[in-house]
C-alpha cells in the first residue's frame, strides 16, 4: 500500500461547529488532494462517513465532492448505538442508528477503545472494514492517519504565527 503526503495551507472560514467539520476542513483537505501527484484510489478520514447525524461526515462529503472512495474512521461515536465487539483485535459489530447499520465498532489491537468505522463514497460496509484493517500497524489508529497526524504536527511547529 503506497501513501503520498501532500498538504495545504489555507485560512479557516467556517467557525468550529460539531458535525459540520467538512465545511470547515474541507476546503483545505481538498486543495491538499489536489497537490497529489495522482488521483488517489481512496481517501481514508479521520472522522465519520456515514455514521453522522446528516448521514454525510466529512469522508461521505469530500468523497461525493471528488468522486473518490472515501471511508471514516473516528475515535469516537457522534450517532448511533452499538453492543461492545469484544476485547481481541479483529472483534467487531454493528453500529445502528435508528433501525439502519450506519457503521462498524471495530477492535483494532487487544484491550484498546474501539474505532467507529463507516463507508463515506464508493465503498460498502465490508470493505471500509478489511482496508481500515490492512491498514493497522503497532498502534489503535490506521497507519495513513497516523502518518497524517505526524506530518500535521511537525507542520504546525514551523509556522510562524
Request: charged letters at 25%.
Amino acid at each position: 500500500m503506497h501513501v503520498e503526503d501532500a498538504y495545504a495551507i489555507a485560512d479557516i472560514t467556517f467557525p468550529y461547529i460539531p458535525g459540520l467539520l467538512s465545511f470547515r476542513e474541507g476546503p483545505a483537505i481538498i486543495k491538499a488532494i489536489g497537490n497529489l501527484n495522482k488521483k488517489p484510489d481512496l481517501i481514508l478520514f479521520d472522522g465519520q462517513g456515514i455514521a453522522h447525524p446528516s448521514g454525510m461526515g466529512i469522508a461521505a462529503h469530500i468523497g461525493v465532492l471528488l468522486n473518490i472512495p472515501s471511508i471514516g474512521c473516528a475515535k469516537s461515536r457522534l450517532v448511533g448505538d452499538y453492543s461492545g465487539p469484544g476485547n481481541r483485535k479483529g472483534r467487531k459489530t454493528e453500529l445502528r442508528y435508528h433501525h439502519k447499520i450506519i457503521g462498524t465498532v471495530l477492535r483494532t489491537r487487544d484491550n484498546v477503545k474501539p474505532l467507529f468505522i463507516s463507508p463515506g463514497h464508493l465503498i460498502d460496509m465490508k470493505d471500509s472494514v478489511e482496508v481500515v484493517l490492512k491498514c493497522i500497524g503497532k498502534y489503535r489508529v490506521p497507519e495513513p492517519i497516523r502518518s497524517a497526524d505526524s506530518l500535521t504536527g511537525k507542520l504546525k511547529k514551523e509556522m510562524p504565527y
